[in-house]
T-cell receptor, first 117, second 111 residues
Framework: NAGVMQNPRHLVRRRGQEARLRCSPM?????VYWYRQLPEEGLKFMVY????????ESGMPKERFSAEFPKEGPSILRIQQVVRGDSAAYFC???????????????FGPGTRLTVT | DQQVKQNSPSLSVQEGRISILNCDYT??????FLWYKKYPAEGPTFLIS?????DKNEDGRFTVFLNKSAKHLSLHIVPSQPGDSAVYFC??????????FGTGTRLQVFP
């Protein structure tokens, strides 16, 4: 059973460009979370999605950031008009739901390291 | 507002001894706590978890203790091994929702 996949692993963008980060959850997992880690800090929650639905986006900056998890294909975190402060490691996690609605632990992908020059 | 705190940024322990990593939290609504281990340039790896209805959970060399009245949990690793050297993150959640992470403790196990 393959783990959570993220690509690209490293992404370099110039200021003003767009960054698209992809996440494929573990097989059987329908819940996806995105976290951001700035240097020397812990992981900060950004957004929680289920298939075709955004459940909680309380950690997402109001502008330039968006996320989706379509019925088919990976989850996408999109950052428009990137700025130097967006440079960070972005981690995706997935979890599965029990028949009673309880969520198991979140399993993380290897991350995408975004560098804005 | 840091709801989950790991006040020790680093810890150095000799191989074979016990490592104790601490975590404090402020939100009494948290109902599930997790510990993750992270190597550089990799994603966090789930280690062990504990529900708020328990006070101890053990898995091999790893034991997590929860003291709800003190809003404190700790991870014990015994015996410590050099391969345990990594950054350890404490995390908490409620409403089966997002994880709130601490800032991490860097553990170094030396021979």
């Amino acid at each position: 059973n393959a783990g959570v996949m993220q690509n690209p692993r490293h992404l370099v963008r110039r200021r003003g460009q767009e960054a698209r980060l992809r996440c494929s959850p573990m097989k059987g997992h329908s819940h996806v979370y995105w976290y951001r880690q700035l240097p020397e800090e812990g992981l900060k929650f950004m957004v929680y999605l289920q298939k075709e639905n955004i459940i909680d986006e309380s950690g997402m900056p109001k502008e330039r950031f968006s996320a989706e998890f379509p019925k088919e294909g990976p989850s996408i975190l999109r950052i428009q008009q990137v700025v130097r402060g967006d440079s960070a490691a972005y981690f995706c996690a997935s979890s599965q739901e029990t028949s009673t609605g309880y969520l198991y632990e979140q399993y993380f992908g290897p991350g995408t390291r975004l560098t804005v020059t | 507002d840091q709801q989950v705190k790991q006040n020790s940024p680093s810890l150095s322990v000799q191989e074979g001894r016990i490592s104790i990593l601490n975590c404090d939290y402020t939100n009494s609504m948290f109902d599930y706590f997790l510990w993750y281990k992270k190597y550089p340039a990799e994603g966090p790896t789930f280690l062990i978890s504990i529900s708020s209805i328990k006070d101890k959970n053990e898995d091999g060399r790893f034991t997590v203790f929860l003291n709800k009245s003190a809003k404190h949990l700790s991870l014990h690793i015994v015996p410590s091994q050099p391969g345990d050297s990594a950054v350890y993150f404490c995390a908490a959640r409620y409403n089966t929702d997002k994880l709130i992470f601490g800032t991490g403790t860097r553990l170094q196990v030396f021979p």
